[in-house]
C-alpha cells in the first residue's frame, strides 16, 4: 500500500477517533438535560421497563439522584463539566498524531494504554460506588472499542517506517 494511503488511513480512523472523543466529553456538560430526555425515553414509564426493567430503573434512578444533587448543591455539575473539558484536551492531543503520526506514535500509545486501563477501573471502581454489573459492562465497552482504531493506527503507523 503506497504511503499517502496509509496515511489517509491514519487520518481517517484517528479523526474518527478524536471526533468521538471530543462528542462524549461535551455530552457530559448538558447531563442533566440529557438524562431527562433518555428517563423519559428509556426510564421506568418507558415500554424498557417491561423488556429491561433494571435497565430502565437504573436510568430512573440516576436521573432522580442527579436532579436532587444538582437542585441541592449546583456546583456538583462543576465536576461533569471539568470531565468533557479533559475529554476536550486529550482529542486536542490527538491534532499531533492527525498531522504527523511518525512523530507522534506515542499519544496513540497513551490512547491505547489509556483504553486498557479502562477496564480494571471500571470493573474494581463500578462495584464500590454501587453501579450495577451490566453499566459497569458498558462503561467497559468504551475502553474495548475504543482501543480498536488505536491499534489500528498504530500498526499502521508503523508500516509507514520511522519518522525523519
Known amino acids: 500500500m503506497s504511503q499517502s494511503r496509509l496515511l489517509r488511513r491514519i487520518r ?16 457530559a456538560i448538558p447531563l442533566r438535560l ?3 430526555i433518555l428517563d423519559g ?3 421506568q414509564s418507558s415500554a424498557l421497563n ?7 430503573s437504573w436510568i430512573s434512578v440516576v436521573r432522580g439522584g442527579l436532579d436532587a444533587t444538582y437542585t441541592a448543591y449546583p456546583f456538583m455539575a462543576y465536576g461533569t ?11 486536542i492531543a490527538f491534532l499531533g498524531p492527525l498531522k504527523d503520526p511518525r512523530r507522534n506514535i506515542w499519544v496513540i500509545d497513551v490512547g491505547i494504554i489509556a483504553c486498557a486501563l479502562l477496564v480494571p477501573y471500571a470493573v474494581l471502581i463500578g462495584p464500590f460506588r454501587g ?10 465497552m468504551f475502553g474495548l472499542l475504543g482501543i480498536i482504531p488505536l491499534l489500528l493506527a498504530r500498526r499502521w503507523t ?3 517506517g520511522p519518522s525523519t
Open 131 to 140: 453501579i450495577p454489573p451490566f453499566w459497569t459492562l458498558i462503561d467497559t
Open 34 to 36: 440529557e438524562l431527562a
Open 81 to 91: 463539566d471539568w470531565l468533557a473539558f479533559g475529554h476536550i484536551v486529550i482529542a
Open 158 to 160: 508503523t508500516q509507514l
Open 50 to 56: 417491561s423488556l429491561w426493567p433494571s435497565l430502565a
Open 12 to 27: 481517517i480512523i484517528l479523526g474518527f477517533f478524536t471526533v468521538s472523543l471530543l462528542l462524549s466529553g461535551l455530552t
Open 41 to 43: 425515553l428509556a426510564g
